[in-house]
């Protein structure tokens, strides 16, 4: 048989690694969708709500347990099922003690232009119980590390619902910016986007330091002796100048507010190597 392309062989082998992984973090874990969840999870999809939400289309228990299977061997999906572990276990699910089912969080490489780089990304708190404790924050947080980490991706899309205000806000605070907006579906496309070398492992974050010395040119000792902008990694050197640029030409408020973009960018990367930092991977099957 001819070889597949290299792009879809590597998330071939993606998938096989997520099969079995588990991700721990502070309050939620994250483990692989599998069939003991189906039941759980059809009862989630017969709330209307949950299904305008997520534009999911109701279907029977027989045709969840046949989607799951698909999902398992999807080479272009990555699902994981939210465990929170404040609570027991969801009876029927297996006697783990890692927590009672919650939601889901996934993942779609469906982007024809760039099919291995750019993951559309949703997520779901099923349980009331569950929902208000940072939990999705936090999955989304390991999601995502974990897809730029291990996975390659470097660019997640979310499509949200014009009335899922509580989703919109969400992934706003994570730096999500919205690029499109669809009246048909109302919804709105948002994005978020990372270069590649903020993952290295001696964390070389682009830390932009707005006007270090007052004097708004750029040179944080003045008249050349410094400066502004401190950087780690020559990939980050373009943008970072381009932000000097800007602040240099004025207005003012123009320039302070490049320089807060790229400062935020940063700190957006802090906070998912942190998140990623402090998950702990483990086997689902032991």
Known sequence: APRPPPQTLAVVIIMRANANLTLWGATVVLVPYRAQHVPVYHGWMQDAALLESTASEPLSLQEEFEMQKDWALDEKKCTFILLDPALPDTPGTGDKGMGAMAGDVNLFWNDHDDEHGTAEIEIMVAENASRRKG???EALMIMMAYAQGDLGVKRFRAKIGFDNVSSLKLFGRLGYREVSRSEVFREATLELSFDRSYTSGSANYAIVVADADGEGNGNGGGGGGGSDVEFG????????????AVYQAGPQGEGEEAIAIYRAAAEDWAMLRGAWGSAVRGAYDK
């Open 135 to 137: 939990m999705a924050r």
């Open 233 to 244: 990694g020559t990939a980050h050197a373009a943008r970072v100048a381009a932000a000097v």
